[in-house]
């Protein structure tokens, strides 16, 4: 039997993972009751997300940390005004969806950082002669980063509805959906991150570097005028800023200023295309490295 990651239990040894057999007729397996084609992928996916969501520091850095975050300073902030500079909510739904954008890209760094190592470790390769091929595993790591980035903010807004948290129901609809779109710098940097970086350390520095590009990136905590000015050239701006459009329309709270500032819409989009492209530079950089050493 072949090894599996740490943290997979044995796949079996049926159709799902089997390439078929060569004496068959058309190459098809003579097995009677064989799985359905998509069926191998949906459970390889399922085993997958189950494994990552079941790590003990994603259950508390992607989930119950961003959670915390918004119980404590969304119900401190929700007596401050029903809707302050938010056109379609309040202070406390707004630290709901910045708390729910960290939590997805968190979740999606963890995840594509995983897939990385699993990669240079020579799973990929495994996968790769398989009766899915390799697009089956990229499909199958693709949904792992979604799910993985997906639970928290359904989780972070479950728990915004059931407190003080108040928005328009059409921004309760749209929240999620942006909150999702702007994880894609961040499933680029955590490949990136497993790709150039020691295996054994590279996720905890890639989650560690989203929570700071956090901080400085206007997520937590408003910040002073000139900080929150060096914040739009930082990665997780680009995210939140996105995240809080529909409800606030680009009005952010300003610490050092009675009023807040307006942000215009192209300001966020720019800065989420280009920290994109910059992390899918680092990923390409570091294929071609891997390419060349072997």
Request: aromatic share 10%; with cysteine.
């Amino acid at each position: 039997m072949t090894a599996t990651p740490q943290g997979y239990p044995d796949l079996p040894a049926s159709d799902s993972f089997v390439s078929p057999s060569a004496d068959s007729p058309g190459g098809q397996s003579r097995r009677s009751g064989g799985l359905r084609p998509a069926r191998p992928v949906l459970t390889y996916l399922w085993l997958d997300l189950y494994r990552s969501l079941r790590e003990p520091a994603n259950l508390f850095f992607v989930i119950a940390f961003p959670l915390t975050m918004y119980l404590v300073f969304g119900r401190l902030n929700a007596s401050a005004g029903e809707y302050g500079p938010h056109a379609h909510g309040n202070v406390s739904a707004s630290v709901m969806l910045a708390m729910a954008c960290f939590s997805a890209c968190l979740g999606a760094t963890s995840a594509s950082a995983a897939a990385a190592v699993e990669q240079s470790a020579g799973w990929g390769r495994q996968m790769a002669v398989t009766a899915r091929g390799l697009r089956g595993y990229l499909v199958v790591k693709t949904g792992t980063a979604v799910g993985t980035a997906a639970l928290p903010v359904v989780v972070v807004l479950a728990a915004g509805a059931l407190t003080d948290s108040q928005m328009d129901g059409w921004v309760w609809a749209a929240s999620p959906l942006i909150c999702l779109l702007g994880v894609l710098p961040f499933v680029l940097w955590g490949l990136a991150a497993g790709m150039w970086l020691p295996s054994s350390a590279s996720i905890g520095i890639a989650t560690s570097l989203v929570s700071l590009f956090a901080f400085i990136g206007n997520t937590f905590m408003p910040l002073p005028h000139t900080l929150l000015t060096i914040s739009r050239f930082t990665p997780m701006y680009g995210s939140t800023a996105l995240a809080r459009w529909p409800l606030g329309e680009g009005w952010t709270y300003v610490s050092d200023r009675p009023v807040g500032v307006q942000d215009p819409l192209w300001m966020p989009l720019t800065n989420l295309v280009a920290w994109t492209l910059f992390f899918g530079l680092l990923v390409i950089g570091a294929r071609r490295r891997a390419t060349r050493r072997r």
